[in-house]
């Protein structure tokens, strides 16, 4: 199985990175392509991966083709690219907002597409990642794709009209989760403990808190209830954290980051 990414962003650095170490497939059958050389230059340095000049050079050498490129650039590269290059190709997207029916319009009649939302934990292989395609893929091909992404995470088969709350709680929620952490970490600064070392505690504990809601199966609320002691710390800071509105002001920034997935679909 040969992989073509269309960008060499961030996203698909992620990936490449995720794919590569899970020796999934030989580093020299991932193919990059990008305007920015030195994005692809950075690839094949660190990882071997083999680059090619253009999407169109690529789609000879490959089965899979990622289109790792913004929504709005997405479709007009693939509508550039000449329609006998699809021939035996399957497309995946992993553009926010981008719709099925939207790519599907930029390529020849019954293209096989698959629409992913990963998010960028797959360098570390613990991406939640969703996954949807048009009515012509093969179920071997879709077994094929699943592969790829399963190298760096887990997906889930969703129904297209779920990918704009799935890009807010899971492309989009590391970065808030991130922030959540350095949060802990520079209210740990104010008093005085090093930067550093309160980023990897506060690591630890949400990476801990975490691993309970999955693995335990309580609601978050009962573990909630389990660390806030009677006249304790916990619930001190919990009183703070509400008087803030913080549930509502995470549910504001999911709310945004849905609305934002509809618009970038144009729709
Ligand atoms: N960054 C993330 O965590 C996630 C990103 N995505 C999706 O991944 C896609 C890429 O996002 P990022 O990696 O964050 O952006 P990025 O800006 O880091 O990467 C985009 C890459 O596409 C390249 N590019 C632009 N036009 C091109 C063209 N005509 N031909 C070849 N390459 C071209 C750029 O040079 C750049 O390297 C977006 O559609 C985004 O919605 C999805 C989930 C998570
Ligand atoms: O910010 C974005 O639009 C992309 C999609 C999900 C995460 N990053």
């Known amino acids: ?4 990414f269309i960008g060499a962003g961030k996203m698909a650095t992620a990936l490449v990175n995720g794919i590569v170490s899970s020796k999934l497939v030989p580093s020299n059958d991932v193919f990059v392509t990008d305007i920015n050389a030195d994005a692809t230059a950075k690839l094949k340095q ?22 790792a ?12 690219i000449k329609d006998e290059l ?10 926010a907002g981008l719709q099925l029916d939207t790519l599907a319009a930029a390529l020849p009649a019954k293209t096989p597409i698959v629409r992913i939302m990963p998010n960028i934990n797959a360098v ?16 071997s091909v879709k077994a094929d794709v699943k592969k790829i992404f399963e190298s760096v995470g887990t997906v889930y088969e969703l129904p297209e009209s779920q990918f704009s709350i799935f890009t807010a709680i899971s492309g989009s929620s590391p970065a808030y989760a991130y922030l959540f952490i350095d949060s802990i970490a520079r209210g740990a600064v104010k008093n005085g403990m090093n930067k550093d070392l309160a980023t990897k505690i506060a690591a630890e504990a949400v990476l801990g808190s975490a691993k309970m809601i999955k693995e335990t199966g309580e609601e978050p609320w009962t573990l909630i209830n389990n660390v806030s002691s009677p006249g ?6 919990l009183v703070e954290l509400e008087d803030n509105a913080f549930i509502s002001t995470v549910i504001k920034g999911i709310d945004a980051t849905i609305n934002k997935d509809k618009e970038l679909s144009g729709k």
């Open 69 to 80: 490129v913004g929504p709005k650039v997405a479709p007009q590269i693939l509508s550039g």
């Open 46 to 67: 660190e990882l071997n991966v083999s680059v090619a000049d253009s999407a169109e050079n690529m789609l000879s050498k490959v089965d899979i083709v990622i289109t």
């Open 124 to 139: 570390v292989g613990e991406a939640a990642i969703a996954l949807c395609t048009n009515d012509y893929v093969e179920d």
């Open 86 to 95: 699809f021939k035996d190709k399957t497309v995946v997207s992993i553009a």
């Open 232 to 237: 304790g710390t916990t619930v001190a800071g």
């Open 1 to 4: 199985m040969k992989i073509g």
